[in-house]
């Protein structure tokens, strides 16, 4: 009777199948990875998607390979006996085949179940394995009957050849389909990777290889654990390895991980807290003003509101300021912050910022504006800035702070803040409506990024709650993806919004012509990756990635989905969609400025003429400029007064005591600006 050998068994001989199957897939991943996302990507940006995408594939090309030589394996076992590579070639097709079926059962749309979606995601991994496997064994049954076995060397570089063919052939049919749909080549090249010259370059490679290490190395980490656990498991319960192996290994691997993991996060969110919480150079006082939070008329402390609480206190706008730039009289605007420091429940925040708003003067205004922060507790002082200038600073602002760390640690708050969103606009509601009618000021809402999460789901069962809370208009910008209005409002409008009153545009101008029931609105940028991010992206298509011509404007119609690396092109679309320079607006991905003046007049219908609009919009940028100049000197100032004081330490000497002029020593005490005239 013949030797029946595995089918595995030629590797040994072949020299490394699965490195080379795994070489072949990652090296045909570079060339798709380039595929547009929602924004530009920088070359180093390039280099982290190029090189986790290469990880990926390198890491996972191997269950396609195993789910091939299993198939070849049964082949063996019926056959008795022959070719293991030819049987390998027939795993692979039918393995191949098997996969294909699925992806082709399974549609690449948003409506898809997350399990059939994972299953197809699944399928396009073994299929891809198999089909990379195929041609490294085709390479082998080749050179065998002509050239023979030249090496490992030589045979990785035929498995890379094979891989950079491959991702030819397919960033090719990237190409074609840009141009079935139209897309032309100047706005592809917009979207696409910027080189920084040679410098750049080099360091986006490192970037990239370091990316892909740290991916492979935390493969080898789990691989290690799972196979060392069950060895002292085994040892300990003196039975051998291999039956607990599945089990004992990958359970206890997944466990540590997530544990160490959890516990770093924990560890960086603390850190994040205290590092980001300070007194700044630039505001080292509590504010003299008696109409804002930390004020002499004040009930909460200067240092229970967080380092965005500070900056939004002492930025408030005086008359003189407001009527320099509108031309019109104007009265001193309240602002109010609820500290997320002040109290440890958010009804005891509410109650705080009720008591704020009476202490400050805020029911004698005309209009109040509850407006929810971000994680960090902070709001868009162009947003502040706009409203006063508008209202002529007959406008309050309530700020109801439920975190102190940026918003990506804070996602697990927001529950908290939309409670505690809820329980302020009551309140506010009934003490309004104690006011004589003709002295009832208007209740208004405003949230930007995570902050519109948490307004809009204070209605997240329908848009009739506003009322029922007394929130007459609302202005949200950058509404997250994860909101849970929005994504009700968008897939049932009419059962969730039936009076029509939400509504959504994609830039200021266009909210005038939203239907006269229109009294929420959400404005939100279509090459936005807050909204359009999604954390099912890992395996199924996201809604904006649905048939090409459905797709919203600025969504590439070419790029097609891809398991995984969608999501991380996506993930680094999430970081560059929240970049900005001081005074610089412009109308791209999270950077909601250039919007603020015209969206906040139609909104919360404002009166003001487009001269006096201008006028604002202009010092809206002149604002934000003096202001980041004021923080970036006084924080160089203090660093080389804490550098002066250091030496001097060394040296022995206390710089109090030192005889030194009245301007040295003056500018050596301070370390701040305490006006913006020292500037």
Request: proline share 6%; hydrophobic share 45%.
């Given at each position: 009777?013949?030797?029946?050998?595995?089918?595995?068994?030629?590797?040994?001989?072949?020299?490394?199948?699965?490195?080379?199957?795994?070489?072949?897939?990652?090296?045909?991943?570079?060339?798709?990875?380039?595929?547009?996302?929602?924004l530009?990507?920088s070359?180093?940006?390039?280099?982290?998607?190029?090189?986790?995408?290469?990880?990926?594939a390198?890491?996972?090309?191997?269950?396609?390979?195993?789910?091939?030589?299993?198939?070849?394996?049964?082949?063996?076992?019926?056959?008795?006996?022959?070719?293991?590579?030819?049987?390998t070639?027939?795993?692979?097709?039918?393995v191949?085949t098997?996969?294909?079926?699925?992806?082709?059962a399974?549609?690449?749309?948003?409506?898809?179940?997350?399990?059939?979606?994972?299953?197809?995601?699944?399928?396009?991994?073994?299929?891809?394995?198999?089909?990379?496997?195929?041609?490294?064994?085709g390479?082998?049954?080749?050179?065998?009957?002509?050239?023979?076995?030249?090496?490992?060397?030589?045979?990785?570089?035929?498995?890379?050849g094979?891989?950079?063919?491959?991702?030819?052939?397919?960033?090719?049919?990237?190409?074609?389909?840009?141009r079935?749909?139209?897309?032309?080549?100047?706005?592809?090249?917009?979207?696409?990777?910027?080189?920084?010259?040679?410098?750049?370059?080099?360091?986006?490679?490192?970037?990239?290889?370091?990316?892909?290490?740290?991916?492979?190395?935390?493969?080898g980490?789990?691989?290690?654990?799972?196979?060392?656990?069950?060895?002292?498991?085994?040892?300990?319960?003196?039975r051998?390895?291999?039956?607990?192996?599945?089990?004992v290994?990958?359970?206890?691997?997944?466990?540590?991980?997530?544990?160490?993991?959890?516990?770093?996060?924990n560890?960086?969110r603390w850190?994040?807290?205290?590092?980001?919480?300070?007194?700044e150079?630039?505001y080292?006082?509590?504010?003299?003003?008696?109409?804002?939070?930390?004020?002499?008329?004040?009930?909460?402390?200067?240092?229970?509101?967080?380092?965005?609480?500070?900056?939004?206190?002492?930025?408030?706008?005086?008359?003189?300021?407001?009527?320099?730039?509108?031309?019109?009289?104007?009265?001193?605007?309240?602002?109010?912050?609820?500290?997320?420091?002040?109290?440890?429940?958010?009804?005891?925040?509410?109650?705080?910022?009720?008591?704020?708003?009476e202490?400050?003067?805020?029911?004698?205004?005309?209009?109040?504006?509850?407006?929810?922060?971000?994680?960090?507790?902070?709001?868009?002082?162009?947003?502040?800035?706009?409203?006063?200038?508008?209202?002529?600073?007959?406008?309050?602002?309530?700020?109801?702070?439920?975190?102190?760390?940026?918003?990506?640690?804070?996602?697990?708050?927001?529950?908290?803040?939309?409670?505690?969103q809820?329980?302020?606009?009551?309140?506010?509601?009934?003490?309004?409506?104690?006011?004589?009618?003709?002295?009832?000021?208007?209740?208004?809402?405003?949230?930007?990024?995570?902050?519109?999460?948490?307004?809009?789901d204070?209605?997240?069962?329908?848009?009739?709650?506003?009322?029922?809370?007394?929130?007459?208009?609302?202005?949200?910008?950058?509404?997250?993806?994860?909101?849970?209005?929005?994504?009700?409002?968008?897939?049932?409008r009419?059962?969730?919004?039936?009076?029509?009153?939400?509504?959504?545009v994609?830039?200021?101008?266009?909210?005038a012509?939203?239907?006269?029931?229109?009294?929420?609105?959400?404005?939100?940028?279509h090459?936005?990756?807050?909204?359009?991010f999604?954390?099912?992206?890992?395996v199924?298509?996201?809604?904006?990635?649905?048939?090409?011509?459905?797709?919203?404007?600025g969504?590439?119609?070419?790029?097609a989905?891809?398991?995984?690396?969608?999501?991380?092109?996506?993930?680094?679309?999430?970081?560059?969609?929240?970049?900005?320079?001081?005074?610089?607006?412009?109308?791209?991905?999270?950077?909601?400025?250039?919007?603020?003046?015209?969206?906040?007049?139609?909104?919360?219908?404002?009166?003001?003429?487009?001269?006096?609009?201008?006028?604002?919009?202009?010092?809206?940028?002149?604002?934000?400029?003096?202001?980041?100049?004021?923080?970036?000197?006084?924080?160089?100032?203090?660093?080389?007064?804490?550098?002066?004081?250091?030496q001097?330490?060394?040296?022995?000497?206390?710089?109090?005591?030192?005889?030194?002029?009245?301007?040295?020593?003056?500018?050596?005490?301070?370390?701040?600006?305490?006006?913006?005239?020292?500037?």
């Amino acid at each position: 009777m013949p030797e029946i050998r595995p089918a595995w068994s030629f590797v040994r001989e072949r020299r490394y199948l699965a490195l080379r199957t795994g070489v072949a897939a990652a090296v045909a991943s570079v060339g798709p990875s380039f595929a547009r996302g929602l924004l530009p990507r920088s070359t180093t940006d390039q280099a982290m998607v190029t090189g986790a995408s290469a990880a990926y594939a390198l890491g996972f090309s191997a269950l396609g390979l195993s789910a091939t030589e299993a198939v070849a394996e049964l082949i063996v076992k019926a056959r008795s006996g022959g070719d293991p590579e030819a049987y390998t070639l027939a795993a692979s097709a039918i393995v191949a085949t098997a996969s294909g079926a699925v992806i082709a059962a399974v549609p690449d749309d948003n409506s898809v179940s997350l399990p059939l979606a994972a299953a197809q995601s699944a399928a396009r991994v073994v299929a891809a394995g198999a089909v990379a496997g195929a041609l490294v064994v085709g390479s082998d049954m080749l050179m065998d009957r002509t050239v023979g076995d030249r090496g490992l060397p030589v045979h990785l570089g035929v498995a890379a050849g094979m891989g950079a063919v491959a991702g030819r052939v397919l960033v090719g049919l990237r190409n074609r389909r840009a141009r079935a749909h139209g897309e032309a080549p100047a706005e592809r090249r917009s979207l696409a990777p910027r080189v920084g010259g040679l410098k750049g370059a080099a360091r986006s490679v490192a970037a990239g290889g370091a990316v892909a290490g740290g991916l492979v190395a935390l493969a080898g980490v789990q691989f290690g654990i799972a196979e060392g656990n069950p060895v002292l498991v085994s040892k300990l319960l003196g039975r051998p390895a291999d039956p607990v192996t599945p089990l004992v290994g990958h359970v206890a691997a997944a466990t540590i991980l997530l544990v160490t993991g959890g516990a770093a996060l924990n560890r960086v969110r603390w850190h994040v807290m205290r590092a980001d919480d300070i007194v700044e150079p630039a505001y080292p006082e509590a504010p003299a003003n008696p109409h804002v939070t930390a004020g002499p008329s004040s009930v909460v402390a200067f240092d229970a509101i967080g380092k965005e609480g500070r900056r939004f206190v002492l930025m408030a706008l005086t008359p003189e300021q407001i009527s320099e730039v509108v031309g019109e009289p104007a009265t001193q605007p309240v602002r109010a912050v609820a500290g997320f420091g002040s109290a440890r429940t958010p009804e005891d925040r509410a109650r705080i910022a009720l008591a704020e708003l009476e202490r400050l003067g805020g029911f004698d205004r005309s209009l109040i504006v509850v407006a929810a922060p971000t994680g960090v507790g902070y709001v868009n002082y162009s947003f502040a800035e706009a409203l006063e200038y508008l209202a002529r600073g007959d406008c309050a602002i309530v700020v109801p702070q439920y975190a102190l760390v940026p918003s990506a640690l804070a996602l697990n708050e927001t529950r908290e803040g939309e409670a505690q969103q809820e329980i302020i606009l009551a309140a506010i509601r009934d003490r309004v409506a104690q006011l004589p009618e003709g002295r009832r000021p208007r209740v208004v809402q405003f949230g930007e990024s995570l902050g519109a999460e948490v307004a809009l789901d204070v209605a997240a069962a329908g848009t009739d709650r506003f009322a029922e809370l007394g929130v007459e208009r609302g202005l949200y910008l950058g509404t997250p993806f994860r909101t849970e209005l929005w994504k009700r409002w968008f897939a049932h409008r009419e059962s969730v919004d039936p009076a029509g009153v939400l509504g959504l545009v994609s830039q200021a101008d266009q909210i005038a012509a939203l239907p006269p029931t229109t009294r929420h609105v959400m404005v939100v940028h279509h090459d936005d990756p807050i909204n359009k991010f999604d954390y099912a992206a890992v395996v199924r298509a996201p809604w904006w990635m649905g048939p090409p011509e459905t797709r919203p404007p600025g969504v590439p119609r070419e790029t097609a989905f891809r398991p995984v690396i969608t999501f991380i092109i996506t993930l680094i679309d999430l970081k560059n969609g929240m970049n900005s320079k001081p005074g610089e607006f412009v109308r791209a991905g999270h950077d909601y400025r250039i919007e603020l003046a015209e969206a906040v007049r139609a909104t919360y219908g404002l009166s003001a003429s487009d001269e006096q609009l201008a006028r604002i919009e202009a010092a809206l940028r002149e604002n934000e400029r003096a202001w980041a100049t004021r923080r970036m000197v006084a924080s160089r100032f203090a660093k080389a007064r804490d550098s002066v004081r250091a030496q001097l330490a060394r040296w022995g000497q206390d710089a109090d005591s030192l005889p030194l002029d009245e301007q040295t020593a003056a500018a050596l005490a301070r370390g701040h600006m305490s006006t913006p005239e020292t500037l």
